[in-house]
């Protein structure tokens, strides 16, 4: 069984295996740089490079993405999110019609931070970064559209940040 999940996956081992050949000190793409996927660019297919290209990236975003959470600098943090969402629908290519509209039509908003798509891709739902106090009228807006432009119902959870996990020692 094939699935559209896993060919990225292939896609991705393809590409690795690629560089390991060409770079022998790479063992996986956390040690990868933009560089060596461009620079065996000519060795991939367009689909692998991309699926490559992207992860190469992304690898880089999540420690921007830990580092302006360590700031406080939330910015940062939601041009971050936009970023990712733009690789996910271009390079890795998980995205569909409804999950670019609602990123593309919140990034518009002075009041949304940032937003993508969340989970494996190829439908579901978006994550958004919005300013406190500006939920109701985000939602309500996007609501409308949404139904305007695709005659479905936008359903939004509200979720909030919390402290994370914790290590509790017993005495």
Not at 13 to 30: D, Q, T
Not at 46 to 75: M, P
Not at 127 to 140: D, R, V
Request: net charge neutral; proline share 1%.
């Amino acid at each position: 069984m094939t699935s559209a999940y896993n060919q990225r996956r292939q896609q991705c081992e393809e590409g690795i295996a690629i560089v390991k050949n060409n770079f022998p000190e790479i063992s996986s793409f956390r040690d990868c740089k933009e560089q060596h996927i461009t620079s065996l660019q000519h060795l991939m297919s367009a689909a692998v490079f991309k699926r490559s290209h992207f992860v190469v990236k992304e690898i880089k975003r999540v420690i921007e993405a830990c580092a302006a959470l360590d700031k406080g600098d939330i910015q940062t943090l939601g041009q971050l999110m936009f970023e990712t969402h733009e690789g996910l629908s271009t390079e890795y290519e998980v995205s569909c019609a409804e999950l670019d509209f609602l990123v593309h039509t919140v990034k518009k908003e002075n009041a949304v931070i940032g937003s993508r798509l969340m989970g494996g891709g190829f439908g579901g739902c978006t994550i958004n970064l919005i300013k406190k106090g500006s939920e109701e009228a985000i939602k309500t807006k996007l609501s409308k559209l949404y139904m305007e432009t695709f005659g479905i119902e936008l359903k939004a959870y509200d979720v909030k940040i919390g402290n994370g996990t914790s290590l509790y020692t017993s005495k």
